[in-house]
């Protein structure tokens, strides 16, 4: 269980992110973490720490975030609650970005099948969703990529 917030839109994502963090941080608190479009660094920008909320929102410059971002309040279920597991995952290449909530069972599987040579950073079940669609997406569209992903997983989560 945990809490993923999502915002493109006219207000600081930052601001929108970690206010819907705090409120959801009751379905999961081992640890949290924010990406968010930086206008100063010109890409992605991702934050995590073990612990809650506040200690994330203390860890990085608000200056840099621009109008898009997503965020997760983490409860583990693969993978200690730490800074490397906390979501959100980036695929290797880092074009792709995921926060994800519940379980996905056939993700070893999916690892020997579809990663190999990929190299995994975290424990987590996550990680393999974003690496898939970044395969996938060498061979076909970005939605196609996200559905053949989906369509592979198996287990319980959004
Ligand atoms: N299975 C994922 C993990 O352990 C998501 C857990 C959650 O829903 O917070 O990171």
Known sequence: M???VGYIGQFKATDVILNGL???EYRGYDSCGISFYSDKGKGFKTYKTPGRVDLLINSFDYNEANHIGIG???????????????HPHSSSSKRFIVVHNGVIDNYQELIIK?????????????????????????????DQA???TLSLLEGSYA
């Open 146 to 148: 996200i559905r053949k």
């Open 2 to 4: 945990c809490g993923i």
């Open 72 to 86: 997760h309040t983490r409860w583990a279920t693969h993978g200690a609650p730490n800074q490397v597991n906390s």
């Open 114 to 142: 579809y990663l190999e040579g990929v190299k995994l950073v975290s424990e987590t079940d996550t990680e393999v969703i974003a690496n898939l669609i970044e395969k996938f997406s060498q061979e076909m569209q970005v």
């Open 22 to 24: 705090k409120k959801l």
